[in-house]
């Protein structure tokens, strides 16, 4: 079965889930842990992007975020590729790192944003990194420690997480420990690593019932949210994102803007192909990677291969723009 198109529009939450390749380890020390975890503040700041809960364990990350003005595949992008990079020079490794795919999914805020902070910031218990939540309370590697104001991320909005559990910082703060300990017992819950109609709903009997007394809820697995709000994202998406499209539109298009701007340019395009940087190839290449990867969704890989140069090459490219 085909991957679905990721959903994504500025204002959107996120439930991000990165594993280590073949879930092996991405990090190794503290010293990848830090180097993970302030790429991820400093990239979420440059993309506009407000992260609420996170956590870094040794072979995946949760992340919970809302989509910025660049939108999240950028700052994904950024994020992951850099990181990866700097953890294989640094242990002198090559190859993929992280799984392809990261896993996200955008979730109703009313219904799922406490839950969700909850369980992001409990792994490292459920997990025994820590022994206990006065242990959870000064864990660096974790959100829930930034929100009890034991270390401090200027990244990380504690503040809108503290909102949702009293107005004087105080209160709120005691409030949102102890609705952390009630969750303690509850274990994992695959009602929030997921999207769907059975998640979303609370169990295969819910779906069950709602069918027998003839009321239909629209699911989708990209989606942790009511039928409601399922209908209205898609709607949006659907008017919205450009580069959502099957693979064999997508490389119409990217077909057809390689020849456009060729032929714009008066260049063949087996020239572009070539590797040569002679003018104007380079810019070229430039704007045709901008323009692939930011509104057509194209992998840097794929639009290596279909530019003629390197990956390393075409994130240097994005890296050197100022729009990315």
Known sequence: ?????????????????????????IVDDDNDRENFIS????????????????????????????????????????????????YNRRHKRYGHLFQNRYKSIICEEDTYFKELVRYIHLNPLRAVIVESLQKLDNYKWCGHSVVMNRWKKDWHDRDY?????????????????????????????????????IRSMGGWSVVKALRKSGVKEKGDARILGSGEFVSELVN??????????????????????????????????????????RRPLPNIRKELTVKLVNEYGVSLAETARQLGVSTSGISQLLRRNKNV
């Open 161 to 197: 997480v503290l909102k949702w559990f009293g107005k004087k910082e105080g209160e709120a703060k005691k409030s949102y420990r102890a609705f952390v300990k009630k969750g303690i017992g509850q274990g994992r819950r695959l009602d929030l690593t997921g999207g769907g109609l």
């Open 39 to 86: 790429r991820m503040g400093e990239i979420a700041i440059d993309t506009d992007i407000a992260i609420y809960a996170w956590v870094l364990m040794t072979n995946h990350a949760h992340i919970l975020l809302r989509s910025g003005k660049t939108g999240l595949p950028t700052f994904m992008r950024r994020f992951l590729s850099g990181y990866a990079t700097s």
């Open 1 to 25: 079965m085909p991957r679905g198109a990721r959903l994504d529009a500025p204002g959107t939450l996120h439930h991000v889930i990165v594993r280590g390749i073949e879930r092996r380890k």
């Open 236 to 277: 949006q998406a659907e008017e919205k994102v450009k580069y959502q499209l099957p693979a064999k539109d997508l490389q119409k298009c990217i077909k057809g803007e390689i020849a456009k701007l060729c032929k714009q340019e008066k260049i063949k395009v087996s020239m572009l192909r070539s590797g040569s940087r």
